[in-house]
Every structure is written in C-alpha cells, then in structure tokens.
C-alpha cells in the first residue's frame, strides 16, 4: 500500500514523456520505469522496520503511560449534569454520603484548605477551546484551575442550594475506572500517529513530512480530547491554561500542513514556493499572537483562520486539477470540501447557540468530537486511497448519517425540548431510515461509475479476440481500445517494459496492465498498457480495478485459446473429410474415366476430377495466399469457359498479397464458380469478364458477359443466386446485379475489410 507520496508518481513524468490521448501515443518508457519503480521489501527490512516497530512500542507505552496518570489523579466519584438554569446539579453517586442529595443544584466546592469555587453548569465545559467568549473562557480556566488544585487536596466539600453541605474523598480512580470514550480516542490517536510514521519513513520527500506533520497534529488533537473526556471535574494541571493554545495550534500547523501539501501533490504548482511561504508565515503569527494573549477574540480568529486554510486547500486542488486533471485532485478536494463544510457548521452551530446554554454545551462537546474522528479517519484512508475505496466509501456515508443523527439529536433537544433518550432514539429512526433509502444511490454518485455493462463488455472481448487470434500485431491496441470502453480514461498508451501483473501507480492516478502472452503468440513484442485518469479524470484506480482488469486480459487469453482449439478442430475435419474424398470419391472418378465409354464423357470426368482436386487441396490447405489462389481461379474457370466456346477476359491486381482462410478461400472459390455457371446456363453469352482488385484492404470483383440476361432485379433467387448472397455475406460484403447497357449482365460484389479474418502472407 502506497501513500501518496510512498507511491512512485508517474504525475511528472508523463507529462513531459507525451501526450498519451490517441492509442498510437507513444511514452518516454525510461521515464515511466524509472517513475513506475516498486518499492523493494527489503527497504522495509532494514532500518525503516525497525524505526517503525520503535516508534510503535513509543507510541503504545506513552498511551500506557497516560492513562496511568490520568488514573492516579484524583476525582470524586460522582455524576453531574447542567440544569436548565444554568446550575450544576448531582445527578448520581455511589457515596452514601450524596445519595439523599441526589437531584439537588451544587452552588459551590470548598477545598480542604477553605478555599471556596463557585460552581455553575461552566463547570462541565470540560475544555475552554470551544467558548466564545473571552471573558466566560478566562473565568471557566480559573474554575477549572481551582478544582484541579482543590480535588489534589484528598477531599473537598460540597455545598448545596438549599445551603446543606456534604465532605467527600476525592481518590485516584484508577485505569479501569477510564471511560471506553478514552480508549477510543487513543486507539485512533495511535493511528493516525502509526500512519504518520509510515508515511514518513517509507520516503522523507517534502510533501510526506507534510501530511506526517498534519497527521501528528490531529492525533495530539484526538489526544486531548481523550484526555479531557476522562475527566468529570478540573482538567489536570496545566490543562485548563494550554487547552485553547494547544488546540488552536494543532489545529492551524494541520491546517497549513495540508495546505502546503495541496500544493505539491497531485501536482506541483507554479507558485508551490511562495504559497508555502506564505502559509507558514500567517499561521506562526497568529499562533505567536494567540499563545501570548494578543489577540481578542480568539476563538473567532481561530475559527476563521483554520476555515480560510480549508479553503485554501479547495482552491488549490481545483487549480492543480484545472493543469493536470489527476482524480486525487478531485478526492482530495471532496475531502477537503467536507472538512471545511463541517468545520464552518461546527463554528455556526456553537456561535449560534450562545443564548442556549445547554445547548452549546451540547454541540461543544459532541461536535469537536466528531469532526476530530472524521478528519482523523479521513487522514488515515487518505494514503491509501487506491486501495481502499470502498471502505471510503461505507466511511463516508456511515459518518455523514452519523453527522445527521447528531445535528437531529441537537435540534430535537433545542426546539421541542424532549428528553436525551427520546431526541436520540428518533434520530438515529430517521438517519438509518435515510441511509437505508438512499445508500445505494449515494454509492453511485460517490463511485462515480458510468461502465458498459457486462452483456457489451463481454461482447466486445470475443470479438476482439477474434481479431486478435487474426491479427496478433494488434493485441495492444485492440485491447488498449476495450479497457478504455470500460474505464474510459483521459489518456492511454503502451510502454516497452513488461509487468508481470496489473498495477496501480501513481497514487491511483494510473493503471499499468501487461499485454498478455496469448498462445503460439509471439511474446518478445508485448509490453505494457499505461491509462491514467479514470472516468475523465473524476475517479482513482483501486486493486479492485486491477483485479477486474486482470480478469479481463484472462478472459482474452482464454476466448483465444477456445477460438484457436475450434479452428484447430475444423481444420481437422476439413483434413479429414478431404483426405475421404480424394481416397474414395477420387478413386471413383479416375476408374470411370478410364472405363469411358465416349471422348466426351472421359473428357467429362477429367475434368470433374480436376475440380475435386482443387476442392480436396483447398480444404487441406490451412491457409491460401491470395496470388495463388487467383491463379488457380484462373485456370478454373478458363478451362470451364473454353469448354463452353465462351472467351475469359480476366484483370487481377492487388497492393499487397495475403493469405485467405480456408473459409474466405472456399466462399470465393464457389462465388466464381456459381456466377460462371449462370452464365454458361442462362447467358447465351460469348465472353465474360473478370475484374478482381484489392486495394487499400478492399475487395472489388466484377463477372460481366455480353449474353441476353436482363432484368435482374425480377429474378428468383433459388439455391444458386442464393448462395451467393450467403457466401458474401460470410465475408462481410455485399453483392449486386445489374443490367449492361451494351447487353448482358454485371454481378459485382465489394467486401470493404477483407483482412479483418486474413492474415499476413508468409514470404
């Protein structure tokens, strides 16, 4: 599987190679080879293993390590919940000490040594990146800030509304006592870091650093928020002063990370330089600015700068795709398209329901956490999109319904205030009812495939290999033609190296299959066939298309070994049933010639005899060069006319010679044969004149004679007019009688392509 950048880009080789629209294109292949190279296992075996399995065991030992601390922090073992006057009341407890409190609003905690918190529904706020409000986040980290140093104290006291108080123990709760919400998030984290790793040790270019270094944002992103989920009340110190700083940089080095890398990959744009320049300089200057409290309102600013890099990255995605139309242009900014829209619905939605305490508190801790798996996921399926398409796919729907079933959950809470089972349960009713309806339209219109169905692919595969099995000179372009009907690419050609499989290169931009060795073919002038850019440039390669397209060339092969064994096995019989003729048949003849009773009947007979001759070494014959046989046709038929007192005018000529199948052989041959023998029945004619031309793969013949027919096209066509029209049809032609002015008649039959079943003549 390769990344992106892991993934040899034949983007900058073609281009400067060719232009591969027509199917005569022709490639740089030394560019191609050297762009196209595999990536060796053994890279992998050496230091690059190695330093992943380290960072691995890192990565798994400081996410133990974590949790470990998280546990040993002090918590008091206690469920809260915001009321709707914007207090904090104790929902649950295990303590019996709570238990007759339960239910009731706590207005304030007062540590062990007499400091008293105020507490309020802010309390539960657990990170102050998504307030407002400057002066509300400034008064929620102080709050914080005072419950983390009161709750390290051992025990705390919890003073009430109706003014009762309550002393309990506030003890480390341990690793088991993690919620599965922790657990979850860090397994992602560990993810994305892991792929960050791979990324970036399979081959340390520009633009893998880049994507690591987003990677790595989003999992300490992903991070905190399991770290924050952990807790009930008072974010461990220093949390609650860093938590705004610590997102909003994740969030901007992400930001400008894949901003940057937008404009190197798929392709490298003209100003890819100063745009990098310019991204980092703006992001270091509003992270130096936030981190040392410059800037008012901060959460704004935040907001707005990540939204503009989104945006950003959608620009340049369209320019890269408007230069070079590379479908991961097109997936990326789809994906980038969905972050930047959620992100800007996530922005509304909090800044929105500042007036709905309740419900921005909702949103603010249901919200970031979605849209933090959905970019994380998103980055992890991102390198390996030609591999992994239909997973994208089922994640994408599956995180779009998710995202409704939220948005709906939130709305039935604000608008017609029901209960959190009841908003929830009919949420999740209509968003797997709209998922259920419309998945497989979503799925087309995400796969974004227009293929001819299989009753036409299947279609064209036997008849090209029939063409084949004619003319394997063509292979290459006849099959370059079949796989650009069934992917239909932007571009297509062959190159002079050889794959053994087909393969997907340049980051699912391309597919190289391997011209087939068909049998009692000639496999040193076979090489590759290179497409890029599936359905016009609107979709990646996948393994899914290399396995189809690997079954497509089997399926060719085995159509032309099936045509080869059933023309091997009517040569055969046409041995066979020659072979019986000229023992049986011609021994026959030549016994009664020579037991003639008159000149005429041996002379007769000798000439039937002749005529069988000609038709047994004809059916033996696997193949018949086309001069030879115009020869024979001649003697034929000027032995037959002279029999008949009728003169033969024959023409012959031909651009090139060919050699005829035994089937096109035989269809002339009795075509001839038959339009002769009308006109020595019904002509009363004195010549006949025969025109045979081939000229540009066209076949013109022509049998005229200057006897009394007319009217032709009043004749019935019994056997004999019959099998002519049959026979040239055979050959794909056509066939027409008409009347000479000067008397007589003119049969002329045109077959266009005549060396679409014939072959090379062997000199």
Not at 603 to 616: G, W
Request: proline residues 5%; contains cysteine.
């Amino acid at each position: 599987m390769h990344p992106p950048g892991l993934s040899a880009s034949v983007d900058s080789a073609l281009p400067g190679a060719s232009t591969l629209g027509a199917e005569n294109s022709t490639l740089d292949s030394a560019l191609i080879e050297r762009s196209l190279a595999a990536e060796p296992l053994s890279r992998w075996m050496g230091w690059r293993l190695r330093l992943l399995v380290v960072a691995a065991l890192i990565g798994c030992l400081a996410t133990l390590l974590l949790a470990r601390a998280l546990g040993d922090i002090p918590q008091v073992d206690v469920g809260w919940r915001a009321s709707g006057k914007g207090q904090l009341e104790l929902a649950s407890s295990a303590l019996p000490v709570l238990k007759p409190h339960e239910g009731e609003a706590v207005v304030a905690m007062v540590a062990a040594d007499g400091t008293r918190i105020k507490l309020d529904d802010l309390a539960l706020r657990r990170a102050s990146r998504w307030l407002v409000d400057d002066n509300q986040r400034n008064a929620h980290i102080a709050m914080q800030q005072a419950m983390a140093s009161a709750l390290q104290q051992g025990k705390v006291s919890l003073l009430f509304a109706d003014g009762s108080s309550a002393e309990v123990p506030a003890e480390p709760r341990g690793i088991r006592a993690l919620s599965p919400m922790f657990w979850l998030l860090c397994g992602l984290a560990l993810i994305v870091y892991l792929v960050a790793m791979v990324v970036m040790l399979a081959r340390p270019t520009l633009r893998n650093l880049l994507f690591a270094l987003a990677a790595l944002c989003q999992a300490g992103n992903l991070a905190l928020i399991a770290i924050e989920s952990s807790m009930s009340l008072g974010l461990p110190l220093p949390m609650p002063h860093w938590n705004l700083p610590a997102h909003a940089t994740l969030d901007l080095l992400a930001g400008a990370a894949l901003v940057h890398a937008a404009a190197l990959h798929p392709r490298r744009l003209p100003a890819a330089g100063v745009i990098g320049w310019l991204v980092w300089l703006g992001t270091a200057a509003v992270s130096w600015a936030l981190n040392h409290g410059a800037l008012a309102a901060a959460w704004w600013w935040v907001q707005g700068s990540v939204a503009l890099l989104g945006m950003g990255a959608i620009v340049l995605l369209s320019w890269s795709h408007m230069l070079e139309p590379h479908p991961f242009a097109i997936v990326t900014r789809r994906f980038a398209t969905l972050a930047t829209a959620a992100w800007l619905a996530l922005t509304l939605a909090i800044a929105w329901s500042a007036n709905h305490p309740l419900l921005q508190q909702q949103i603010a801790i249901v919200g970031p956490t979605l849209w933090s798996v959905l970019l994380g996921s998103l980055l992890v399926l991102l390198p390996f999109l030609s591999k992994s398409q239909q997973v994208m796919r089922e994640f994408s729907l599956l995180a779009a319904i998710s995202t409704i079933a939220t948005a709906l959950d939130l709305l039935f809470v604000a608008a017609f205030s029901l209960g959190q089972f009841a908003s929830l349960t009919l949420a999740l009713f209509l968003s797997l009812g709209l998922y259920s309806g419309a998945r497989q339209w979503l799925l087309n219109q995400l796969s974004n495939q227009n293929v001819i169905t299989t009753e036409r692919m299947f279609e064209k595969l036997y008849r090209i290999a029939r063409e084949v099995e004619a003319h394997p000179e063509r292979t290459s372009s006849l099959l370059t033609q079949l796989l650009r009907d069934l992917f239909q690419p932007m571009e297509a050609g062959v190159i002079d190296k050889r794959y053994p499989t087909p393969r997907v290169a340049g980051a699912g931009s391309t597919l190289l299959i391997p011209v087939p060795e068909l049998p009692h073919g000639d496999a040193t002038e076979h090489g590759t066939i290179v497409i890029r850019f599936a359905h016009h440039g609107r979709r990646l390669f996948t393994s899914e298309d290399a396995r189809l397209a690997e079954r497509v060339v089997e399926q060719l092969r085995r159509a032309v070994a099936f045509d080869q064994a059933v023309e091997q096995g009517r040569n055969e019989e046409r041995l066979r049933i020659a072979q019986d003729l000229h023992d049986d048949i011609g021994a026959r003849l030549l016994t009664l010639m020579y037991k003639a009773q008159s000149p005429e009947m041996e002379d007769y007979v000798r000439h039937t005899l002749q005529d069988l001759k000609t038709l047994t070494r004809g059916l033996a014959a696997p193949s018949h060069p086309l001069s030879h046989a115009a020869a024979e046709w001649k003697a034929d038929l000027t032995q037959r006319l002279a029999a008949a007192h009728i003169t033969l005018g024959w023409s012959f000529s031909t651009d090139r010679d060919i050699s005829l199948s035994v089937v096109q052989w035989s269809a002339l041959t009795r075509v001839m044969r038959e339009l002769v023998s009308n006109v020595i029945s019904h002509s009363q004619a004195r010549r006949v004149d025969v025109e045979f031309s081939l000229e540009n793969d066209r076949l013109d013949l022509s049998v005229c004679d200057n006897g009394v027919g007319r009217n032709p096209k009043a004749w019935s066509h019994g056997l004999g007019l019959g099998g002519v029209r049959k026979r040239v049809k055979q050959l794909g032609g056509e066939v027409e009688w008409r009347e000479v002015p000067t008397g007589g008649i003119c049969c002329r039959v045109c077959v266009r392509q005549l060396s679409e079943r014939a072959e090379p003549s062997a000199k």
